[in-house]
């Protein structure tokens, strides 16, 4: 493990499998992990523990989703 | 068949028209539009790949097959050359994604999309820049240097569909293809003058473009009118059991209705998102404040209306876009992550970084999303927003690419599915660029919301205007 205070983002980057891009683009790895640990909390999760996820390709018509009504 | 002043000036319909008339050649028109493509493309850089000779050939043959007597063309496509973004097949030929990790992936067959245009009897020009695998912006460290503005060289033309962008703008070829997962059609329409149309997600075949995001991609066209784009998607739709999202729907005459204007369509303006979630410029807030006007004054009943934040959709689609985006890349980041120019990687590598749990919390949130707009689409018919929050930056300055590019209100529609198109709205005072509005519209509702967007086209000045080239 390096003694620079990265250990954790190493650690992360060797589980991820990205041991080259750690190597070879430490800068970029390290961007990645700011911006993933950014983005984790940057929308609400739903408050019904039921929600499902629901395909674009599910979405209604006019006219089924006026029947829907 | 007798020439014309300039055929590569002319929009697809009227080229169509004056082919179907038999006053002008397909021969003619593509002769002309590779003539422009010599001319300009050393300064544009929107061509990866020049494909004259097979497009000369199909062209050729267009025009053996009109002038026969009793003949005439299969559709308004017939001749027409349709310029392809470099992540779609063309068969035989390679698809490079603009990166050197595909330089040799030649096509065993056309991507559904071509097949259904080249049925329509379109002729394909040239394979077209993008950004590296369709996501990150303009790159100079790549096999292909990036495409530029028309407008102003100096600056970026918008992307991915860069390519597609500025080779349309520039009047290098009348329509073309582009891919949108968080805005790739609608960003480069807005920045490069043109009209660029995402449809309802499933409505166009996937099947042969190389992915970014399974469940956020879409192809869609790009030309200079919305009429041209409405006779581009009614060629390009209809069902395709090969693609896992097809929404198994005929195809539509999605031009019937452009005459209709837009008096009795419910608009809602949805301005928080470039005045308070995402501030505009004032140039670009102005613009659309008087686009709103001019939709009133054409008939339409506009009202503001509001969705979640913007952020929310932002957030909810870059998640599930670098999950599905690290699904596709994952051996190439592993094993040869320094054969991807800089930027690619950065956008590429957080993906790997996702947990299953973030990745279906999205997808969760996601619904919630697509539930709140279908909820506004029970008070109004069609939606109006911003696209860009500022005119496209000068393409050399990272930092400013880096700041505006996600400053922009199109991720929401990829997200939900709906469809959307983006038209010109102004044009910058200190740059001379073009600025952009979005329209949108319920799934599967494109007639309608190309109705619209014909109805503001034929108030608003912006349709004469063109880049000084």
Redesign the interface.
């Known amino acids: 493990m390096p003694d620079d205070g990265t250990a954790t983002e190493e650690a992360?980057a060797e589980a991820?499998?990205?041991r080259?891009?750690w190597n070879?683009?430490r800068a970029?790895?390290l961007?990645?992990?700011r911006?993933?640990d950014a983005?984790?909390g940057?929308?609400?999760?739903?408050a019904d523990p039921a929600?499902?996820?629901?395909?674009?390709?599910a979405?209604?018509?006019?006219a089924e989703?006026e029947g829907r009504? | 068949m007798s020439s014309t002043p300039s055929p590569h000036a002319l929009t697809l319909a009227d080229a169509a028209a004056l082919i179907a008339a038999r006053r002008l050649s397909p021969v003619e028109l593509l002769r002309d539009c590779l003539d422009r493509v010599a001319a300009l493309d050393p300064r544009l850089n929107a061509v990866v790949r020049l494909l004259a000779g097979g497009a000369m050939r199909d062209a050729r043959a267009a025009e053996a097959e009109i002038a026969r007597p009793g003949g005439g063309p299969r559709s308004p496509l017939h001749g027409i050359p349709v310029g392809i973004k470099d992540i779609i097949d063309l068969a035989g030929e390679p698809t490079t994604c603009h990166s050197k990790l595909c330089l040799d992936r030649v096509a065993a067959a056309d991507a559904a999309v071509v097949a259904r245009l080249r049925a329509a009897g379109a002729v394909f020009p040239a394979k077209l820049a993008t950004h590296e695998f369709a996501i990150g912006g303009p790159c100079f460290d790549l096999p292909f240097p990036p495409a530029r503005n028309p407008w102003n060289p100096a600056h970026h033309p918008g992307g991915s569909s860069s390519g597609s962008g500025a080779a349309v703008a520039a009047r290098m070829m009348p329509a073309a293809l582009g891919t949108d997962t968080g805005g790739s059609v609608r960003h480069p329409a807005t920045h490069s003058g043109l009209v660029g149309l995402k449809p309802?997600?499933?409505l166009v075949s996937r099947r042969g473009v190389f992915p970014l995001a399974f469940?956020?991609d879409h192809v869609g066209p790009m030309a200079r009118t919305v009429r041209d784009c409405a006779l581009l998607l009614g060629a390009m739709a209809g069902p395709d059991a090969a693609d896992p999202?097809?929404?198994m729907r005929p195809p539509e005459d999605y031009a019937r209705d452009l005459h209709l204007g837009l008096r009795g369509l419910r608009v809602g303006y949805v301005r928080h998102f470039h005045e308070r979630d995402t501030p505009a410029t004032p140039e670009v807030a102005a613009a659309l404040d008087e686009a709103a006007r001019v939709l009133a004054a054409e008939g339409a009943e506009v009202r503001d209306v509001a969705l979640p934040p913007l952020?929310?959709f932002a957030?909810?689609n870059?998640?599930i876009l670098?999950g599905e985006a690290a699904a596709v890349h994952?051996p190439w980041?592993?094993?040869r992550?320094?054969d991807y120019a800089?930027l690619t990687?950065?956008r590429l590598?957080?993906?790997?970084?996702?947990s299953a749990v973030?990745y279906?919390?999205?997808?969760?949130?996601?619904?919630?999303l697509?539930a709140a707009v279908?909820e506004a689409?029970?008070e109004v018919d069609l939606l109006f927003c911003a696209s860009s929050m500022d005119p496209a930056c000068r393409i050399d300055d990272p930092d400013e690419v880096d700041r505006t590019y996600p400053r922009q209100a199109r991720t929401p529609f990829n997200v939900?599915?709906?469809p959307a198109v983006s038209v010109m709205c102004g044009v910058s005072r200190a740059e001379g660029l073009p600025l952009g509005l979005q329209l949108v519209a319920?799934?599967?509702?494109e007639a309608t919301l190309l109705r619209a967007a014909a109805g503001y086209e034929r108030a608003a000045p912006w349709r004469e205007m063109a880049p000084a080239l």
């Open positions: 992360l991820a499998g990205l080259l891009a070879r683009h970029d790895m961007d990645a992990i911006r993933m983005l984790r940057s929308f609400a999760r739903p929600a499902e996820p629901s395909p674009p390709y979405l209604p018509t006019r989703r009504r | 309802t997600y499933g469940t956020l999202g097809s929404a952020g929310e957030a909810v870059r998640v670098s994952e980041l592993r094993e992550p320094g800089g990687r950065r590598l957080p993906g790997m970084l996702l973030d279906v919390q999205a997808q969760r949130r996601r619904a919630e697509v279908e689409f029970r939900t599915g709906h319920p799934a599967f509702a």
